[in-house]
């Protein structure tokens, strides 16, 4: 069955281990590239410019970036890449580009943003991702404050602080523009704010249940019933830490991912799921661990009593429904 996944880190690996070719077709170093996502039948990735602390720089040994030069880099080369290859991949920035490219036997790439800390407390700067750049989902924070608020975090006081001010207008001007909203790696507060403001659906791209896996990074029951409310959606991250209820394990299986699920539809409808492998970002012993593998996951939801129309939802009906009243 044909799939969107809503967030890889792919293309910073690419800039950190292949900088020269930084080829997006074929790659030893990543876990999607444009050959396995075709060979899994794949619809569409959110391709996320997710941006590094300087240890991540550090660790690949690789000098800092300013922000905007590092998002113009792996922009260009998701750009280049799917021009070199557009017998089989476009971009996409609406859902109807989406629909269109799969009509024509084509998958599609969209290009998003993870922390909005880049955005630097300017509207102008977020019309510029949008315009000049074809952004289409920014994940307000990372695990650090930001313009937009504050992160996840063990510390309630930190988990419960809500947008900054500058924060609740840019996420107006997003839903205005035209770009997703996306509250994984938020803080509960902000998360609460997000809901409050947006008078259309917002995403969760990457976060599970805290209800079975409790770690902050996940969102609550009362959270995911809130998103549906709000016609949103959250998609399944593949991490070990964000799936096990031991948050310390380092396996993944397309099993838990089935529990994670049955949990979100009985807590908060089949509308509500999607997927967010997070691959690329992740670690540990991954069953599914490269694009070409969600057939599995496929699997596992047949053996939690999905039917296929609740698959078809989960893997890219709700996300395009979701791009319709957004983008
Ligand atoms: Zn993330």
Request: glycine share 8%; net charge negative.
């Amino acid at each position: 069955m044909k799939y969107i996944d809503m967030h890889c880190d792919t293309l910073m690996v690419l800039l950190f281990q292949d900088r020269d070719q930084m080829n997006l077709y074929e790659s030893p170093h990543t876990m999607v590239d444009l050959k396995r996502m075709r060979k899994g039948g794949q619809m569409a990735q959110f391709f996320a410019a997710f941006l590094p602390q300087p240890s991540t720089y550090e660790h690949f040994g690789v000098e800092m970036l300013d922000d905007d030069v590092y998002i113009n880099t792996l922009h260009d080369a998701l750009v280049r890449n799917v021009a070199e290859h557009n017998d089989i991949i476009e971009m996409a920035y609406n859902a109807d580009d989406i629909l269109r490219n799969d009509a024509a036997g084509k998958m599609s790439a969209i290009f998003t943003i993870e922390d909005g800390r880049s955005v630097n407390g300017s509207l102008e700067k977020l019309k510029h991702y949008h315009d000049d750049l074809g952004v289409r989902a920014i994940s307000l924070t990372w695990n650090f404050r930001n313009c937009f608020g504050s992160p996840n975090s063990k510390d309630p006081a930190v988990m419960n602080e809500g947008l900054t001010e500058f924060g609740k207008d840019a996420v107006r001007y997003m839903q205005e523009l035209g770009i997703l909203v996306d509250v994984s790696h938020l803080s509960e507060g902000g998360f609460w704010d997000v809901a409050d403001i947006c008078t259309k659906p917002f995403v969760a791209t990457h976060s599970n249940c805290r209800n079975l896996s409790p770690h902050q990074r996940n969102l609550s029951d009362d959270q995911l019933k809130k998103l549906a409310d709000c016609g949103g959606i959250t998609g399944i991250n593949f991490a070990p830490a964000f799936l096990n209820s031991d948050i310390t394990r380092m396996d993944s299986t397309a099993e838990l991912m089935a529990v994670h699920a049955r949990h979100m539809a009985d807590v908060a409808g089949i509308d509500v799921i999607a997927l967010g492998s997070d691959l690329d970002g992740i670690r540990g012993d991954l069953e599914v661990g490269s694009s070409d593998r969600f057939g599995l996951i496929e699997d596992a939801l047949k053996r939690h009593g999905f039917t296929s129309d609740e698959i078809e939802k989960i893997f890219w009906k709700n996300a395009i429904r979701v791009m319709k009243e957004t983008l």
